[in-house]
């Protein structure tokens, strides 16, 4: 096989349905509500995280900052984004309950500390203030009480909605079709074409962008030989020579939205000995944790399934990472998937499958699908055959 792989992905142009952001601050509100800390309750919220801010308000500028009080919200942003940010709240249907203010950093910081001005004691994301920030509130916002807040708006973010999940879908579609157009790069390797880790890497890049990538989901992984052995290993000059096991992870993002991959591949023909038992022991371990995901099975049981597998062929200490975590705005979002977790799955729940074995010298072999959980088991977002030969 030389040519590229038809991955029957659908139309990649289709028009997605759109995302609507209307009744996610009453959610928050309704969280918020429940958070206590040294006792000093939150009546308001300030929120910093692009990704949640984005999630809350549909927002996407690299600058914004979101106050939520019990019956009032406030986006404030520079001029860079004054008419972005108008449109998008309008797009995202919240126009009518999110004030917007677009100035400079005194006008904005008068205007939410007007907006949480009523608020006894007020949340922050803990997560994603730092030191000097948690200062500057104080001094913004007043003598009243900070509250660090964790995870409050990320665990509203944990279950997708349909809209969230076509957008999945889309990017995980156009990974599969970008992987299928630069496969052929690798089979010439296979004859002897020099080919290096990094240029793969940005061939396959590339390829995403050409197929409606608006980026890459995260920094895109080409290990090849003894690098494969390195779970996170960045793509170099090593040239990819035939027999070398060749570890791929990779996504693309769509509308805001991330998918995960991996691939192993063998250049030049099938593994054998010690790596062709690897190979098949974490195709094995794969699709016993993909089998797993259901709704109301913990994660830490899809990992116990797949790190079994891995452990009873004698390589327990070679699977050092968790079998997966969850994606979305964020490419490691919640719920983790790893021993001992407790985070129970249920329907919309997006997670990744990714069991590997890593053993210095001979190399290493890691295999991933992203999937949403469905009311009767899993679906794969991700769909690149695992057994196409290079």
């Known amino acids: 096989m030389t040519g590229a792989v038809d991955v029957s992905v659908d139309d990649l142009t289709t028009p997605l349905p759109p995302l609507s952001v209307a009744g996610r601050l009453d959610r928050l509100r309704a969280a918020l509500a429940a958070v206590e800390t040294a006792g000093d309750r939150p009546e308001a919220m300030v929120v910093t995280t692009p990704a949640n801010v984005r999630w809350l308000t549909g927002f996407t500028g690299s600058a914004g900052v979101l106050v939520v009080t019990g019956d009032h919200a406030l986006l404030a942003t520079d001029g860079r984004y004054r008419t972005q940010a108008a449109e998008q709240l309008a797009a995202s249907g919240v126009a009518a309950d999110v004030d917007l203010c677009i100035g400079g950093v005194v006008a904005q910081r008068e205007a939410l500390a007007a907006a949480a001005s009523t608020a006894a004691a007020v949340g922050l994301e803990a997560g994603d203030v730092t030191w000097v ?47 299928g157009a630069v496969l052929p790069l690798l089979h010439r390797a296979a004859g002897g074409e020099e080919l290096t880790e990094s240029a793969f890497a940005a061939a396959l890049d590339h390829a995403m962008r050409t197929h409606g990538a608006e980026d890459r989901a995260f920094e895109t992984i080409v290990a090849s030989g003894e690098n494969s052995a390195k779970p996170h290993a960045r793509p170099g000059q090593r040239l990819i020579r035939p027999g070398d096991p060749v570890v791929v992870d990779f996504g693309a993002t769509f509308d805001g939205y991330r998918s995960d991959m991996t691939r192993t591949f063998c250049v030049g023909g099938a593994p054998t000995g010690e790596l062709a038992t690897v190979f098949a022991v974490v195709a094995e371990s794969q699709v016993a944790g993909v089998d797993a995901v259901a709704p109301g099975v913990a994660t830490g049981d899809v990992d116990k399934v797949c790190r079994d597998r891995i452990a009873a062929a004698g390589w327990a200490e070679q699977f050092e990472h968790g079998t997966g975590h969850g994606v979305g705005l964020d490419i490691h979002e919640g719920p983790a998937v790893g021993a001992g977790s407790t985070a129970i799955l249920q329907a919309g729940i997006v997670v990744t499958v990714e069991p590997g074995v890593y053993l210095p010298v001979v190399g290493g072999v890691r295999i991933e699908d992203t999937l949403v959980v469905t009311d009767t088991g899993s679906r794969p977002l991700t769909r690149f055959p695992k057994d196409v030969p290079v």
């Open 133 to 179: 920030a948690v200062h500057t509130w104080e001094e913004v916002l007043g003598p009243r009480p900070l509250v660090a807040t964790h995870g409050v708006v990320e665990g509203l973010r944990v279950v997708k909605d349909a809209a969230e999940v076509t957008r999945m879908e889309r990017a995980a579609a156009i990974a599969d079709a970008a992987l």
